[in-house]
């Protein structure tokens, strides 16, 4: 999807994903959908834990310093970027409107919108785009979304205030779909869900011949599990985060992940699954004759050991780990290793950065 709220700028940009626990910067060189593409530069920094709360910027001067670390990591060219929002301050909706052009309706969107969004249209910015006009004579199915305009400022803010351009902002659901439709050739009739799972939201978007069918944001997710860990053994969160990935870290084959540790993961992860299985559910009782036929998890709680075995137990359906980096070609300076255990958190990051193609 291609849903922008500012302009476009020059044809190179960083992919900015500003996480609740890390900040993730990419830029790519774009080969072409069906020839793959380079990773010219990749940045990660770690933000402090309390800098960004339920989407709330609490710390501008942390999140500040932290961009600048990953941009500087990345040793990036450019200076544009593309950013992704998420959370309860951001709604999608798939509406069906009467018929009538791209112009008519830019006229009428925000009369529209009033009908939709629980937020004064006067304080969001908007966004839509026409996703078919054969749904019935006369009428035509719109993707609209709405973002508050304090949650887009924040987010300029900081940019802005890091020494980097704003050129565009998207929706972190539909920056995960851009990087599955980079890397997947996936048959046009498969409904397909992608499930990100950050340290504070998950973005559930449902994919139904290649468009988004149904899209919302969990305020659940990775620090969950951190949090249950550090009160299970009373460890710091740097250690609670190392165990939450099964004791990753240079002593790990020598390590035993505590009994106390499954316990604490195994509760949290039956609850994070029974969040999303309950809006696959509702998709499905929704939907007509869509069946989803794949999830693919990402984000960096797609790494939580035993998560997605759970998932598929308690679904029944087919759950894979989006690997965004699938068509990457060889890239120099750039550990395969390394790529691999970073790939599923850069869904948003690469998402980002495949904008381009378009133009």
Same mark, same amino acid.
């Given at each position: 999807?291609?849903?922008?709220?500012?302009?476009?700028?020059?044809?190179?940009?960083?992919?900015?994903?500003?996480?609740?626990?890390?900040?993730?910067?990419?830029?790519?060189?774009?080969?072409?959908?069906?020839?793959?593409?380079?990773?010219?530069?990749?940045?990660?920094?770690?933000?402090?834990?309390?800098?960004?709360?339920?989407?709330?910027?609490?710390?501008?001067?942390?999140?500040?310093?932290?961009?600048?670390?990953?941009?500087?990591?990345?040793?990036?060219?450019?200076?544009?970027?593309?950013?992704?929002?998420?959370?309860?301050?951001?709604?999608?909706?798939?509406?069906?409107?009467?018929?009538?052009?791209?112009?008519?309706?830019?006229?009428?969107?925000?009369?529209?919108?009033?009908?939709?969004?629980?937020?004064?249209?006067?304080?969001?910015?908007?966004?839509?785009?026409?996703?078919?006009?054969?749904?019935?004579?006369?009428?035509?199915?719109?993707?609209?979304?709405?973002?508050?305009?304090?949650?887009?400022? $924040?987010?300029?803010?900081?940019?802005?205030? *890091?020494?980097? /351009?704003?050129? !565009?902002?998207? #929706?972190?659901?539909?920056? %995960? =779909?851009?990087?599955?439709?980079?890397?997947? $050739?996936?048959?046009?009739?498969?409904?397909? *869900?992608?499930? /990100?799972?950050? !340290?504070?939201? #998950?973005?559930?978007?449902? %994919? =139904?011949?290649?468009?988004?069918?149904?899209?919302?944001?969990?305020?659940?997710?990775?620090?969950?599990?951190?949090?249950?860990?550090?009160?299970?053994?009373?460890?710091?969160?740097? =250690?609670?985060?190392?165990?939450?990935?099964?004791?990753?870290?240079?002593?790990?084959?020598?390590?035993?992940?505590?009994?106390?540790?499954?316990?604490?993961?195994?509760?949290?992860?039956?609850?994070?699954?029974?969040?999303?299985?309950?809006?696959?559910?509702?998709?499905?009782?929704?939907?007509?004759?869509?069946?989803?036929?794949?999830?693919?998890?990402?984000?960096?709680?797609?790494?939580?050991?035993?998560?997605?075995?759970?998932?598929?137990?308690?679904?029944?359906?087919?759950?894979?780990?989006?690997?965004?980096?699938?068509?990457?070609?060889?890239?120099?300076?750039?550990?395969?290793?390394?790529?691999?255990?970073?790939?599923?958190?850069?869904?948003?990051?690469?998402?980002?950065?495949?904008?381009?193609?378009?133009?």
């Amino acid at each position: 999807m291609d849903l922008t709220m500012f302009g476009i700028g020059k044809p190179s940009l960083i992919g900015l994903d500003i996480g609740s626990s890390t900040v993730k910067a990419v830029e790519l060189n774009l080969k072409g959908k069906d020839k793959g593409f380079e990773l010219k530069g990749l940045g990660i920094a770690s933000l402090p834990p309390e800098a960004i709360v339920q989407g709330a910027f609490l710390n501008s001067g942390e999140i500040v310093d932290t961009i600048r670390e990953a941009v500087d990591a990345g040793n990036f060219k450019t200076k544009d970027v593309a950013v992704a929002v998420s959370g309860h301050s951001v709604i999608v909706k798939k509406v069906s409107l009467p018929a009538m052009n791209r112009e008519e309706l830019e006229d009428q969107i925000q009369w529209e919108a009033e009908q939709y969004i629980p937020f004064d249209v006067n304080e969001v910015h908007l966004d839509f785009q026409i996703l078919d006009t054969s749904e019935g004579e006369g009428q035509m199915d719109v993707l609209l979304v709405a973002a508050k305009k304090d949650l887009v400022d $924040d987010y300029v803010q900081v940019i802005t205030e *890091a020494g980097l /351009n704003p050129a !565009a902002i998207d #929706v972190a659901a539909f920056a %995960v =779909e851009n990087a599955f439709e980079y890397n997947y $050739d996936e048959p046009g009739d498969d409904v397909v *869900a992608l499930v /990100n799972i950050g !340290a504070q939201v #998950v973005n559930i978007n449902v %994919v =139904e011949h290649g468009v988004p069918a149904f899209t919302r944001d969990i305020t659940t997710g990775g620090n969950q599990y951190t949090e249950e860990i550090q009160k299970a053994l009373s460890v710091s969160f740097e =250690e609670a985060e190392r165990l939450k990935l099964g004791g990753s870290g240079p002593d790990a084959e020598q390590e035993v992940v505590p009994q106390e540790v499954e316990h604490a993961v195994r509760s949290v992860t039956d609850v994070v699954i029974g969040e999303i299985a309950r809006s696959l559910d509702f998709y499905t009782a929704t939907a007509a004759d869509a069946r989803i036929s794949k999830v693919l998890l990402s984000g960096g709680g797609a790494k939580i050991v035993g998560l997605d075995a759970a998932f598929a137990e308690r679904t029944g359906l087919t759950v894979e780990t989006l690997d965004p980096l699938a068509r990457m070609l060889p890239s120099k300076g750039f550990e395969p290793e390394t790529l691999a255990d970073l790939g599923p958190a850069l869904g948003v990051a690469i998402g980002l950065s495949t904008r381009r193609i378009a133009l």
